[in-house]
């Protein structure tokens, strides 16, 4: 059973950054596409970004495209997941996704998830 541990979360005000962070067990990272998405209350979980096992290409959400920055170390088995200039609709639980293996970076196919790190953004 592969762990998915997401960490980082926490409350900050509008226009601030926070950088979240999501640990694996075992060598997810090989062929393994892996992404973030969130969950704001009431609402559906929103994909909002992807980066591909193999190549490195980052995919992203138009609401958060040009703000958030996707990265790995694949060494440590990491994803991160960089939020700039927060807005108070990226209030949501975000969680990190494990994609099956050598599928494409979709935004519904996910093998695995986390239990998430709440985000919270005042205004």
């Known amino acids: 059973q592969v762990q998915v541990v997401e960490s980082g979360g926490g409350v900050v005000q509008a226009g601030e950054s926070l950088r979240l962070s999501c640990t694996t067990s075992g060598t997810i990272f090989d062929g393994h596409n892996m992404g973030w998405f969130r969950q704001a209350p009431g609402q559906e979980r929103e994909w909002i970004s992807c980066?591909?096992?193999?190549?490195?290409?980052?995919n992203y959400a138009d609401s958060v495209r040009g703000r958030f920055t996707v990265s790995r170390d694949m060494e440590k088995n990491t994803l991160f997941l960089q939020m700039n200039t927060l807005k108070p609709n990226d209030t949501a639980m975000y969680y990190c996704a494990v994609q099956p293996k050598y599928a494409p970076c979709s935004r519904s196919n996910v093998e695995y998830w986390g239990r998430g790190t709440q985000v919270t953004v005042s205004s």
């Open positions: 980066i591909s096992w193999n190549d490195g290409i980052k």
